[in-house]
Each structure stands twice: as structure tokens, then as C-alpha cells.
């Protein structure tokens, strides 16, 4: 009971942190981007568009950071046999994602917010830059953690932990650079689709035509910048699916519930009944899933039973698949979502390029709804890669039950409820600051409150 509580206390946490640190990340350069181009074309708009997305980064940055300190308590408090046998491994990439990363952020958000008055123009743009180098090096250190969970490497295992050997063979890990440039791509596409369908939104509620001009100038841009994002998403996610044939063939058969090795095996769109038995209705692409694994038209994947019986001859008795319904419709949403994000992003180029931008009523409301888009397909691209690693929680050397706590299921249930009050209300809290935010007047923004007064303190206005 108590392992089942904490798995979901961390899966709550780590999904709700999860909503947050990609659109930190994609908002982070892409504000950086617009900051760039006011001071390069010396505009007006850019400038304005910079500041205005700036307030949604910051309320995003913030809810992010607050969230995130919780899972660094989690990994002693739920987690301690876990983080004993990983700490020598854990301890190099976590520290320097703390020491580097996390105060380049924080120390250049403040040069950033409070500098604006008291910087040049070319100090204060490398703040914002830093910052968004800084989101991207915190990303590349925490993934080079969860991916030597996913693939071990540069290690060895001494009374019964695992002992750092070569620090950059973990650093040089595939999974890690798989992993890595899929996560970023996918941040700025989450950036790139908050702006777009808030941009679509005040094109249509602005009051005079320069307000629209620059929203309309951002829904081009924003929607250039999905289109290409998602489509290089896509590119890395298959090479990630090549390695998973390798080094997890049982996530790449569970993604597709295959049972059976197969060669040329074929890929299911949609299932509907049961994965494990004769299904009511399915819609299937031949050869897709040897594709996808091998680049090979009639390559084989290996099925379910089949890698069952070699773990088990290999690690001993045990059920070593993951949840089937988790693992396949998780990957599906994921890949879904991506597909819509395409399909609003071309819409909104073509637009572009026939200059009706602004007048297409259901492609506003397309964007609108595509805000939620990489937020299901980050979350739902997590909890693939996390579940479908189980009965691991590091992939061939510890088993998730062997590293909980020995907290009682009483206390882990009291703070998991805890969890979701306080998560549900910084929800809402985030959720109500943004709209506020998105809804701020144009035409405010970067005018000092009080134009007789233009002091640095009070002249600061985002």
C-alpha cells in the first residue's frame, strides 16, 4: 500500500512540475528571441511583445521552481533506498544542475526584472539569453539522471550501490542526447503554442489596428515556430524509438501491446476493447511498428511473452511488463497531440502566407484549444517513458518496489492529499494570473504608471 501511495505521490508531483518547466523553457527563449529582434531592427513592437510574453514566463517560471524544490524532499522522504543505491551517481548531475543551472537562472531573472532601466540595451538581452541557456542546461543535467535510470552506464556496483566510474560516459550517454533534444524541441513548441493562441486571441479583442498588427506579427511567428519544433519533435522521438528497440525492447512491444514477436509488424492507430485479447475494432498501419523500431520494412520486434520469458531468465521469477493500457494509450496521446499541433501550426502558416491571419474564426479557436496540446503530449510523453520502464525504477539493476521508504501508508496518504490541495490551488492561482496577464492592456506596456516621474525604480514596467 505504502509503495503504491508513494508512486502516485511522486507520479501527482512530478506530471503537475512537469506542466510547467517546458513552457519555462520555450517562453525563455522565445522571449529572448523577441527582446533580440526590438534591439537588432530597433522596434517598438518586438520590444513591447517581449515584455508582454515576459509577465506569462515569470508566473510560469515561478510555479515551476516552487514545484520542483518538492521532488528534490520526495527522492529521501519516499524514496531513500532509491537515492542510497543512485546517490553516487545522482550526486555529480544534480549538483551541478543546482550549482550551474539553477543559479544562472536565478541570478540573471533578477538582472532581468530589475536591470531593464539600469543595464544597456546589449547587458540586459544577454540576461534574457543566460536565462534561457540557464532553463536549457537545468533540463540536460536532470535528464542525465533519468536517463541513466532509463540506460546505465559508466558505473559499477559496490555493497550494494552503484559507484560512479566515468563521469562523462554518463554525460555521453545516447539516451541522455535522445532524450535531450526531443525535451527542448517539445519546450518550444509548448512555448511557441501558449503565444500563438494568446496572440490569435488579442488579434481578434484588440481595440485599434497597431495592437493588432503586433499580435498578428506574433501569431505568424509563433506558428512558424510550432510547425518547425513539432516536425523535429517528431524526427527525434523516432530515433528515441530505435534506442528503446535496443536498450528497452519491452517499453517499444508495450507501446503497441504486442504480444508476440513479429516481423513487419504492423502499428494500431486506435484500439477499441481489449489489448490482450480480440479486439472490437482497430485501425492499423502495416509495418509501421518495424519502422519505427529498426527503419527495417519487415524488421522484427520483439513481442511481450517473448521478453517476459528472457527477464525472467535473466533477473529471476517476476512480471516484468509494464501496464499495457498505461504504456499504449499514454503513447498514443502523446503522438496524437503531436499530430494536431502540426496540423493547427500548418493552418496558421498557410494563413500567414495568403495574408488571412486574422480573419479565420475557426482558426482561432483551433489555437485556442492547441494551448492544452503540448501539455498532453508532454505529460503524457513522461508518463510513457516512466511507466513503461516498470517493474524498474533503474532499468535492470533496482526494481521500483525495492526503493521505497519505510514510511507507513498513513503518513504518505496524508501528504498526498496535502499535495493535491496545495497543487490544485497553485493551479488555479497560475491559471488566473496568466489570463490576467494575457488580458493585460497593450498599450501599457513599458509606459512608466506616472509619466512625470521616470525614475529607474518606478520606470520599470513589464
Do not use: C
Amino acid at each position: 500500500m505504502a509503495l503504491d501511495l508513494a508512486r502516485w505521490q511522486f507520479a501527482i508531483v512530478t506530471v503537475f512540475h512537469f506542466f510547467f518547466v517546458p513552457m519555462t523553457i520555450g517562453l525563455a527563449f522565445l522571449v529572448a528571441v523577441m527582446q533580440t529582434l526590438a534591439l537588432v531592427r530597433k522596434d517598438e513592437t518586438w520590444d513591447r511583445l517581449s515584455r508582454f510574453f515576459g509577465r506569462i514566463f515569470l508566473i510560469s517560471l515561478a510555479v515551476g521552481v516552487v514545484t520542483g524544490i518538492v521532488l528534490e524532499f520526495e527522492f529521501g522522504l519516499n524514496w531513500s533506498a532509491f537515492s542510497i543505491f543512485v546517490g553516487n551517481i545522482f550526486g555529480a548531475p544534480l549538483a551541478i544542475e543546482g550549482l550551474l543551472a539553477f543559479f544562472l537562472e536565478s541570478t540573471f531573472i533578477g538582472l532581468w526584472i530589475f536591470g531593464r532601466e539600469r543595464l544597456s540595451p546589449r547587458l540586459h538581452l544577454a540576461t534574457i539569453w543566460l536565462v534561457s541557456i540557464g532553463t536549457i542546461l537545468s533540463a540536460f543535467f536532470i535528464l542525465a539522471a533519468n536517463a541513466w535510470m532509463q540506460h546505465p552506464v559508466g558505473y559499477t556496483v559496490e555493497g550494494g550501490q552503484a559507484v560512479l566510474t566515468n563521469f562523462w560516459a554518463v554525460l555521453a550517454n545516447s539516451t541522455l542526447w535522445a532524450s535531450f533534444l526531443h525535451t527542448v524541441l517539445a519546450a518550444l513548441a509548448t512555448g511557441g503554442a501558449l503565444v500563438l493562441g494568446i496572440s490569435v486571441w488579442r488579434v481578434r479583442a484588440a481595440p485599434d489596428d497597431p495592437e493588432r498588427a503586433a499580435f498578428r506579427r506574433a501569431t505568424a511567428f509563433a506558428a512558424a515556430l510550432v510547425l518547425v519544433t513539432v516536425v523535429l519533435t517528431a524526427i527525434a522521438g523516432d530515433f528515441q524509438a530505435r534506442l528503446l528497440d535496443v536498450q528497452q525492447p519491452m517499453k517499444m512491444a508495450a507501446a503497441e501491446a504486442l504480444y508476440n514477436t513479429q516481423n513487419g509488424a504492423s502499428f494500431s492507430l486506435l484500439t477499441i476493447g481489449n489489448l490482450s485479447g480480440q479486439p472490437v475494432f482497430q485501425i492499423r498501419v502495416p509495418h509501421l511498428l518495424s519502422l519505427i523500431a529498426d527503419m527495417s520494412w519487415n524488421g522484427q520486434v520483439v513481442g511481450i511473452n517473448q521478453m517476459q520469458a528472457a527477464e525472467a531468465a535473466k533477473y529471476g521469477a517476476g512480471n516484468y511488463a509494464p501496464v499495457l493500457w498505461l504504456t499504449y494509450w499514454s503513447f498514443r496521446a502523446m503522438v496524437g497531440a503531436g499530430i494536431l499541433m502540426i496540423a493547427v501550426s500548418a493552418w496558421g502558416v498557410w494563413l500567414w502566407w495568403r495574408k488571412q491571419l486574422g480573419a479565420g474564426r475557426w482558426f482561432r479557436r483551433a489555437a485556442l484549444a492547441g494551448i492544452v496540446l503540448p501539455i498532453i503530449a508532454n505529460a503524457s510523453g513522461w508518463i510513457f517513458t516512466e511507466a513503461g520502464r516498470q517493474p524498474w525504477i533503474v532499468y535492470g539493476l533496482m526494481q521500483t518496489a525495492k526503493g521505497v521508504s519505510t514510511v507507513g501508508a498513513g503518513d504518505v496518504a496524508l501528504t498526498t492529499a496535502a499535495f493535491v490541495v496545495v497543487y490544485t490551488t497553485l493551479a488555479v492561482l497560475a491559471v488566473v494570473l496568466v489570463l490576467r496577464a494575457a488580458r493585460h492592456p497593450f498599450d501599457e506596456i513599458g509606459v512608466p504608471p506616472d509619466d512625470t516621474d521616470t525614475t529607474p525604480a518606478t520606470g520599470l514596467v513589464y
